[in-house]
């Protein structure tokens, strides 16, 4: 078998998950939320919660240790805002939060390659509205901003992004620019992706 042995870049890794819910009877519309991420992480829209995995404390554990792309979801939602914890807690999550993508990506930080994992997280009328109005964490900024997800019949699966829009309630649109990570927009066109396809949990 031949190893890596750190001969090869490897991929930082990291995971995280869009909150949305079905707010309108309209066809192929979404809600979701999207947070303000502070400049510290590199300022701009991203999805609800995510970040890089902790590899340190993984790397600490016993071999042979697993864990699971979800609880580092959920871990990261917490820590970015503040009670979602308490709002959903790591074994809901573990149960409800739905693969939508995974993917890898060449960025322009100092990690230069990224290994990512998204999740799809509905919530339900009162979670949700407790949900827009969580505090933020060291990495948020402001509020969490509901946006309106839309795409087109024709969405594809290979590039889904080309097929949605983002626009927050007061009509403003919301370009691949805006986001801190641009990559992430690939992940609210998955999560459109499956919506058309009735293939969300």
Known sequence: MVMNHQKF???APGT??????RPY???????VLLSNRTASVGAGFGI????????????RSPVGSIVEAADEAWREGDEENVGFGQLVSSRIFFEEAQPIATLF???TDINRVHSCTFFALRLQDRVWQQATRLSPGPERVGDLVIAI???KKSITRRDPEKFITLQTQTGDEIHAGDFCHQHELRAFGALAW???RNRLW
């Open 149 to 151: 997800l839309r795409w």
């Open 9 to 11: 870049k490897l991929a």
């Open 105 to 107: 990506t060449r960025t």
């Open 48 to 59: 609800t919660g995510g970040g890089f995995v902790e590899c340190g404390d993984i790397d």
């Open 16 to 21: 995280g998950f869009i909150a949305y819910t």
């Open 194 to 196: 499956h919506a058309e």
């Open 25 to 31: 009877a309209e066809d192929r519309t979404l809600a």
